[in-house]
């Protein structure tokens, strides 16, 4: 009995493995059948979870999957996600056509219908560029309707730049706007109908206009920091009787900033002030109203006596001081000073020698006091050595000195004073020892060569109380 009940459980578990075996043939054999059919179907047909440019063609024939594209592009339409809408294009507002072409073929072609096992989860999202053309009046005509280009909604990019504020200079920072680059956005538009892309972000696509410069580029800054350098400081003239400030509002005007950011100062600009500023303050050569001794009102409007700025000197120590950034208080660079300043136009003062050729008489000022005058001779104007008249600073002083000249007769004379004190050239005060008369008309007939001849007291007075400098008025 145990030996038969063995043998029978052997014969069970030899049913059991070939149960188990039948049931393995079986599944395997449905399995090939499966792949086969499977691999004759993709045979024909796109794989599973194909997706061209966003389009589900899977399990499509090409004929099918190119039909599905023809009707898709018929409703085509493109979101256009602006700063402030979102605005749409579609196929019929461009004129759109499209030919598929091989390229479908291609993708089919391209898949391997033995590995379609592979393709039955998840899947690829081929792009592929469609023959698609639009009517580009159509588009164009499309674009140009839309909101964001009609003027009212446009706000233009403005680059960062610096401007002179009301203390310093300082940056006016850029304006980003919403003007769309349209030419483009077009080639945008033709490219996305092409591969089937359905939302444009114009300002992730970059296209949107923008400012070349903004406020924070280093450049601006390193011009701005400069530009400010240069108003840091100022400089204040002393012209005796008033001050001249040239600060900040005006040196902001001498400031270039190119278009690179570049920083100068125009000199050109700096020398148009100095010149002007000179002809304002300059006294030598400018008509001056003088109340004579005896009471007459002269005007007198020639001469070297006064101030005079020396114009290129004064140009470049402008420049200099405005590049250093200092606060300078100075006088003006000047090339002939006067012996005062009181006011614009008088720099005469109260001490000068005043000659009156008409009177033939000669007074010293000393401090608003009449020092001496006396009775004198001019030149001879019939020889034409008349005594110009203006208003000259004596050159130098010296005694005693022998005067040299030509003579009426075509030679040189040579005399000797004991005072010598020249104002206009060759023409000066001085004794005239060989004279013994003074005043009256002696200068119409017997005149000197151009210089004032005195008795020798008021010689002596005068020489003994100018300096170079001193204004001789001669009228």
Known sequence: MAKKGKRSKRMMRRRQRQLRLIVAGAIALVLLIGYGIGVR???????????????????????????????????????????????????????????????????????????????????????????????????????????????????????????????????????????????????????????????????????????????????????????????????????????????????????????????????????????????????????????????????????????????????????SDIRSGKEIRREPVYSYKGMCRNSLRDDIGDSYVEVSIDDQMIWLYVGGKMKGSSSCVTGNPKKKAETIKGIFAITYKQSPATLTGPNARGGEYSSEVDFWMPFNGNQGLHNAPWRKQFGGNIYKTNGSHGCVNLPYDIAKLIYDNVEAGYPVIVY
């Open 41 to 319: 179907y993709y045979g024909k047909h796109l794989m599973r979870n194909t997706r061209v440019n966003g389009t589900r063609v899977g399990n499509m024939t090409v004929e099918e999957a190119e039909a599905v594209f023809e009707q898709d592009y018929v409703s085509h339409t493109i979101s256009l996600k602006e700063k402030e809408r979102v605005e749409t294009v579609s196929a019929q507002d461009v004129g759109l056509v499209i030919e598929v072409g091989d390229q479908i073929t291609n993708l089919k072609a391209s898949q391997n219908p033995w590995g379609w096992m592979f393709h039955l989860f998840g899947g690829r999202d081929t792009e592929i560029k469609l023959a698609v053309s639009c009517d580009r009046d159509k588009l164009k005509e499309a674009v140009g309707a839309l909101e964001c280009f009609k003027k009212e909604n446009i706000t233009k990019p403005k680059d960062a730049y610096i401007k002179a504020g009301d203390k310093q200079f300082e940056i006016v920072p850029e304006v980003i706007g919403n003007a769309v680059r349209k030419k483009k956005l077009i080639k945008r538009i033709e490219e996305a109908f092409a591969t089937g892309v359905t939302k444009l972000d114009l300002e992730k696509e970059d296209l949107y206009k923008l400012p070349r410069h903004y406020s924070k580029d280093e450049d601006i800054n390193k011009a701005l920091k400069k530009a400010n350098k240069l108003c840091a400081g100022f400089v204040i003239y002393d012209l005796k009787f008033t001050r001249v400030k040239v600060g900040y509002h005006r040196i902001r005007d001498w400031i270039v900033i190119s278009d690179d950011f570049k920083v100068s100062l125009d000199e050109s600009a700096v020398g148009d002030f100095v010149e002007a500023f000179a002809n304002k303050y300059n006294t030598m050569g400018v008509a001056r109203k003088f109340r004579g001794s005896k009471g007459k009102d002269v005007t007198i409007t020639n001469g070297d006596y006064g101030w005079k700025i020396y114009f290129k000197k004064e140009k470049a120590q402008l420049l």
